[in-house]
């Protein structure tokens, strides 16, 4: 039986997925160093208990050791998440047009750091890693509707408080 | 609109006609702009390499690999083990006699599951099974207890030195080192001594001293002395006096000069030390003095 214990197979098992574990921690807690522990931790366990856990299992595992090693320890804490990149500062825009945008992503930022855990955490998936629904479905052990409904209140609460509505 | 629209709209998932009244709506321009910018976002840096590195050398370096060949087993195995224990426990449990013991200077009262009453004397101890009391009426003595059993099957008290049965009644059985008698007061009592039986209708008593069986007189009253807080004896050996009143006053009994097989007949209190030391002395013609929790009986005419 072929398992998670080989070398190559768990070192393409990292390849593939820490830096999406790296990225779900953090949009879930904002906080890059404990992203990055996690990501260690989760892979130590899956090492450790390599001969128990299957290669087509090994990705949830990981998103739950990942998830409950921080659950509790940093659930207090504020989020402070920055995503927003500053816009080039060399193109053809006009400056009216920078400043508006440059504002627009402030309150994207800010908006994101007000939504809860669960609806940032599947909005970021989406838009950043590119998951599809049934992928971050997957991530979160829940069902592909449960998704969908995040992602719908995210949208609405981001363009609301966008607009200060 | 379809449940979770927004969602379904961001995944292109919605009808010609349900993205075209969604675009007829306030919020599309603003949706639009979020789709837009939203996709523009980045994560911090992430060095997959690096972290791979760091994870190899520091932490997987040192950390053992469980292999666990068959976990489930091991817990069968622990699981069994505390099956076995636990249900061992309850029937050890279960079948262990009840027991009650009194002190020195002690007494107390006990009521069996048919509702017959035990009065423990001084340093005894009875058990019975309470499971099996109903087919079995069988009580185990060592000391002192005044019986009164309910009517029912036979009823059997088992001591060191004989058995004694009874159908509903009312009886005293003393159990004591080199001692051993048994009085009735109301019904008829059935005394097994070195495989002699002896019947004993009320008012009478048997009485074993040193393994011979002795005559006595008619016993006094209707229960037995040490009910009311005195202790009685007629033509007991004064060795046995003062082992009663060891038990009754939880103190240590010394004699010099004293016979202490002279036979004693008389009474004294289980409450007051003094009226029971000058009960004892005076009639025996000794004399006594305490010295803390010791008596020392002696002759009159030794100092």
Redesign the interface.
């Known amino acids: 039986m072929k398992n998670v214990?080989e070398e190559q197979l768990f070192?393409s098992i990292?390849?593939t997925n820490?830096?999406t574990v790296?990225?779900y921690i953090?949009?879930k807690f904002g906080n890059?160093e404990k992203?990055?522990d996690a990501?260690?931790e989760a892979?130590?366990k899956l090492?450790?208990?390599?001969?128990?856990v299957l290669p087509e299992k090994a990705k949830s595992y990981l998103y739950t050791v990942a998830n409950n090693t921080y659950l509790n320890v940093i659930k207090a804490e504020k989020v402070r998440l920055k995503?927003?990149?500053p816009t080039l500062e060399h193109s053809n825009e006009s400056p009216e047009f920078l400043l508006e945008e440059k504002e627009?992503?402030e309150k994207?930022d800010k908006a994101l750091n007000n939504l809860p855990e669960n609806q940032r955490t599947t909005?970021?998936l989406?838009?950043?890693?590119g998951k599809k629904?049934a992928e971050i479905a997957e991530i979160e052990g829940v069902g592909l509707?449960a998704?969908?409904?995040r992602?719908?209140l995210a949208?609405?609460s981001?363009?609301e408080e966008?607009?200060g509505i | 609109m379809q449940?979770?629209?927004?969602?379904?709209w961001?995944?292109g998932e919605l009808s010609e006609d349900e993205l075209a009244e969604f675009k007829q709506s306030d919020?599309y321009a603003?949706?639009i702009?979020?789709k837009e910018?939203?996709?523009?976002?980045?994560?911090?840096e992430?060095d997959?390499d690096k972290?791979?590195m760091?994870?190899q050398n520091e932490?997987?370096g040192n950390?053992?690999?469980?292999?666990?060949l068959n976990?489930f087993k091991k817990f069968l195995r622990v699981a069994a083990v505390i099956v076995v224990l636990l249900t061992g426990s309850y029937f050890f449990v279960n079948s262990m006699d009840q027991t009650v013991t009194t002190q020195l200077a002690e007494r107390s009262e006990l009521l069996l599951p048919d509702s017959s009453k035990i009065i423990l004397n001084a340093d005894s101890k009875v058990s019975y099974s309470e499971k099996k009391w109903n087919e079995k009426r069988n009580v185990k003595l060592k000391g002192e207890a005044f019986f009164k059993v309910a009517k029912g099957k036979k009823f059997t008290v088992s001591t060191d030195h004989g058995t004694v049965s009874v159908l509903g009644t009312q009886f005293n059985v003393e159990n004591r080192e080199g001692f051993f008698e048994v009085t009735c007061y109301e019904g008829l009592v059935s005394v097994s001594h070195k495989n002699l039986d002896t019947k004993l209708p009320a008012g009478t008593s048997f009485l074993v001293l040193e393994g011979e069986v002795m005559e006595v007189s008619k016993p006094k009253g209707i229960q037995p002395s040490w009910i009311n807080n005195e202790s009685n004896f007629a033509s007991i050996p004064l060795s046995y006096v003062f082992k009663e009143l060891e038990r009754q006053y939880d103190i240590k009994v010394n004699s010099k000069d004293v016979d202490t097989s002279l036979l004693f007949t008389g009474t004294f209190s289980n409450t007051d030390l003094n009226m029971a030391l000058k009960s004892i002395s005076t009639p025996s013609r000794i004399t006594y003095k305490i010295e803390g929790n010791n008596v020392l009986f002696y002759a009159k005419n030794t100092p």
């Open positions: 214990c070192s990292f390849k820490s830096k790296f990225n953090y949009y890059e992203a990055h990501v260690q892979f130590v090492w450790e208990n390599c001969a128990k995503y927003a990149q627009y992503k994207l909005f970021l989406n838009r950043i890693d629904y509707k998704i969908e409904k992602m719908h949208l609405k981001l363009r966008i607009d | 449940e979770n629209y927004l969602a379904k961001l995944n919020a603003s949706f702009k979020l910018v939203s996709g523009t976002l980045v994560a911090p992430f997959v972290s791979l760091e994870l932490r997987i950390a053992p690999k469980v292999i666990t976990p």
